[in-house]
């Protein structure tokens, strides 16, 4: 009887340790960025179920090279849901790729993501609108501010109505959304709001690598 008591007191004080507990958010570095992709896997991460093999992690970096997907954060940072924030990526991109990160908008299965804003990551895939634009808002339309085969950073600030993009650093394109604003495109719903983060592997042609993807919530 006296074992089994300590049998049971032995499983209760495990399941109260910290080994027992769920995984812990990551915690922000000392100027208040998170870390969104940790290196080794796509945890906090959900792809699309059209074209899923199309992400992949190698050597690090987030590969984005097959069919149309897309990849949602969907880990505990802000419980995915963003509103005023730096994001930044690092970027690489290969001859023709084309791919995109998206702010603002959430998880859907198939398709195009119908929410949110996607900003451009293209240097030299045939479409005009290049790195740095806010896709069919306000395009940097045909010289990219990057260039393939070399890594850059793109950053996107929103700030209420106002977003703000740079690349490595430079400001390549700013925007303030009107009270009244409706897109001309059909995609109503891709405006500032608030949401989640997505990237977009665009074609079986297109390559691109991430090998950093942190935020900064702005309070």
């Given at each position: 009887m006296k074992f089994a008591l300590a049998s049971v007191a032995l499983l209760l004080g495990l399941a109260f340790t910290p080994f027992a507990q769920a995984a812990e958010a990551p915690k922000p570095d000392k100027d208040g960025w998170y870390q969104l992709?940790?290196?080794?896997?796509?945890?906090?991460?959900?792809?699309?179920?059209?074209?899923?093999?199309?992400?992949k992690v190698v050597d690090g970096e987030i590969v984005a090279h097959g069919e149309a997907a897309h990849i949602f954060y969907e880990g505990p940072v802000e419980n995915h849901n963003?509103?005023?924030?730096?994001?930044?990526?690092?970027?690489?991109?290969?001859?023709?790729?084309?791919?995109?990160?998206?702010?603002?908008?959430?998880?859907?299965?198939?398709?195009?993501?119908?929410?949110?804003?996607?900003?451009?990551?293209?240097n030299t895939h045939g479409d005009p609108k290049k790195t740095g634009s806010l896709y069919n808002i306000k395009n940097v339309m045909d010289k990219s501010p990057a260039k393939d085969d070399e890594w850059f950073t793109q950053n996107i600030t929103v700030k209420d109505n106002h977003v703000t993009v740079k690349v490595n650093g430079e400001v390549v394109n700013e925007w303030d959304q009107p009270a009244d604003f409706k897109r001309e495109d059909g995609w109503q719903?891709?405006?500032?709001?608030?949401?989640?983060?997505?990237?977009?592997?665009?074609?079986?042609?297109s390559e691109t690598h991430y090998r950093s993807v942190k935020v900064k919530p702005l309070k």
């Open positions: 992709f940790n290196g080794k896997n796509l945890d906090g991460w959900k792809v699309t179920e059209d074209n899923p093999d199309t992400f963003f509103k005023n924030f730096e994001y930044e990526c690092e970027v690489l991109t290969k001859p023709k790729a084309n791919s995109g990160m998206y702010f603002h908008t959430k998880y859907q299965p198939t398709g195009w993501p119908s929410t949110g804003i996607e900003t451009q990551v293209n719903d891709a405006k500032i709001g608030s949401g989640t983060f997505a990237l977009q592997g665009h074609d079986p042609g």
